[in-house]
């Protein structure tokens, strides 16, 4: 048996990141990978989508993605080359509460992350049904795609696919897409991609996959957290819809056992993960951090993008806050009429006053960037007063924010 100071089971952005910290932090570390290093996201899931959506045609997508995802992994192995890493190409199994493969350790991290979250239609094992892993191992590009689901990874296909010229149909059974997003956001912009030729039928159910008129139909109602039998070797408790339960420092009811990334079930994103990964280390460490979980930014790389932080319009109503609305709209903004990006409307939301920045929704040119910004801004309770004081590079997109600060 070999003993170290630290296992972690799955080698994705949490399982990685956990290593390399603690392994900069002197810790010896034991990490078990079945598959390929990198996790969902880098090999089936963020990164090759996002060489789909930065590519002019679906040939060049296959070939760049292939290259892109080669590169991204080589990185991970040298991170996990570091002198104080052990990799231990298998799967990861709890023999005790103690005992992964043949290696002990005092502390444990699960990092398994999640998979496709198959819905029960009838016909779902008819062949043309794929879920996104199975959609970027497409050769040819399908002329008619329906994509059941338009949550972020069903948009992003929509988009993209849309571009490349398939013929796309989304089928979506709540009122919106995109359910995480503020509703008027999400509105525009479905709208804006009905006007690029999508079909959206929303507030729709599939009964049987037959009746589905497409040369493939993809599967995209969301992620589950990947558990195994083998967690009940160690006492641990999960729910196979919710994931590993855990406290606030992503620690497990058993003793020296942390769950963090998807497989918690908490907040099923790739750089929540990282973060999880640092904070539950250093819980491990005994030492102190400042991270703000409750302040998770993320985005949608549709085309135009779409990004949000905080809760939405919606959510502020039913939760009774009292806040302030300011919008901004791409059309005013220097920047994005240059590059011929007018398509946009961002929303930032703040207490009453020019108080507090409570959120950001917004679609259009680099969402993204500037819902970091106001990330960054809310991990420090900035208020709209002390933003319209910042000084922002003309011309940038990221103007928008003072546009809508000073509005």
């Known amino acids: 048996m070999n003993k170290t100071d630290l296992i972690i089971i799955g080698a994705g952005p949490g399982g990685y990141r956990a290593a390399e910290y603690a392994a900069k932090q002197g810790l010896k570390v034991a990490i078990f990978e079945g598959s ?64 992964v493969g043949d290696y002990t350790a005092d502390n444990i991290i699960i990092a398994t992350g999640s998979e496709t ?80 030729g999508i079909t959206f039928k929303m507030k729709t159910a599939v009964e049987d996959i037959a009746d589905i ?33 855990v406290d606030e420092n992503f620690k497990t009811a058993v003793n020296g056992i942390y769950a963090i990334g998807d497989v918690n079930g908490k907040q099923m994103l790739a750089h929540a993960a990282e973060m999880q990964a640092v904070h539950a280390v250093n819980h491990i460490l005994n030492k102190e951090d400042a991270i703000r979980f409750d302040i998770m930014p993320a985005a949608i790389f549709t085309t135009p993008e779409a990004a949000c932080v905080g809760l939405t319009e919606d959510q502020l109503k039913e939760q009774g806050y009292a ?55 809310m991990c420090r309770d900035t208020t709209v007063s002390q933003l319209r004081d910042m000084v922002h590079i003309h011309p940038t997109v990221n103007e928008l924010l003072l546009t809508a600060a000073q509005s």
């Open 117 to 196: 979250k198959w819905l029960p239609i009838k016909g779902v094992d008819d062949p043309r049904v794929v879920d996104s892993t199975g959609l970027l191992q497409l050769e040819t590009l399908p002329k008619r795609l329906t994509i059941i689901g338009a949550g972020v990874i069903g948009m992003e296909f929509a988009s993209v696919f849309n571009r490349f010229g398939s013929e796309v149909t989304v089928i979506e059974y709540l009122k919106e897409c995109l359910p995480a997003l503020d509703s008027d956001i999400a509105k525009r912009l479905r709208k804006y991609l009905e006007k690029q």
């Open 213 to 245: 008129d497409a040369d493939v139909v993809l599967m995209a109602t969301g992620r589950k957290p990947r558990v195994q039998a083998d967690f009940a070797n160690a006492g641990v408790e999960y729910d196979e819809r919710k994931g590993v339960a």
């Open 36 to 99: 390929e290093v990198g996790g969902t996201c880098l090999n089936v899931g963020c990164i090759p989508t996002k060489t789909y959506v930065h590519s002019a045609s679906f040939d060049e997508a296959r070939e760049r993605m292939a290259t892109v995802v080669t590169q991204l992994r080589q990185g991970v192995e040298g991170i996990l080359s570091h002198p104080n890493i052990t990799l231990v190409r298998e799967k990861g199994v709890f023999v005790d509460a103690h005992t």
């Open 323 to 377: 806040y302030e609305c300011r919008k901004a709209f791409h059309r005013v903004n220097g920047k994005a009429l240059t590059m011929n990006e007018t398509e946009g409307m961002l929303k930032l939301f703040s207490e009453p006053e020019a108080g507090r920045i409570l959120g950001c929704h917004v679609f259009g040119a680099h969402s993204a960037d500037m819902v970091q910004e106001v990330s960054v801004l």
